[in-house]
């Protein structure tokens, strides 16, 4: 798939576990897994804007594009 989800990556620079992000934007840990594994087949802009807020950062710091 052409979008990478940086979002381990990013967790790991806050100090955040995903069971703490998952609680502060209000999904559960298996809908974050399936985000973080790139296996959802899209993500609502409220949740991309919770998981921002949650984490001070910018969508382009989550989600990459990349050309196979």
């Known amino acids: 798939m052409p979008i990478i989800i940086n979002l381990d990556q990013v967790l790991a620079?806050?100090?955040m576990k995903s069971k703490e992000l998952a609680e502060i934007v209000g999904i559960t840990?298996?809908?974050l897994s399936i985000l973080?594994?790139?296996?959802?087949?899209?993500?609502?802009?409220?949740?991309?804007e919770a998981i921002c807020k949650a984490l001070d950062c910018q969508p382009g710091d989550?989600?990459?594009?990349s050309e196979d």
């Open 13 to 15: 620079n806050r100090n």
């Open 29 to 31: 840990e298996a809908n």
């Open 36 to 48: 973080k594994s790139g296996k959802a087949k899209a993500v609502r802009f409220t949740t991309l």
């Open 62 to 65: 989550i989600l990459e594009y």
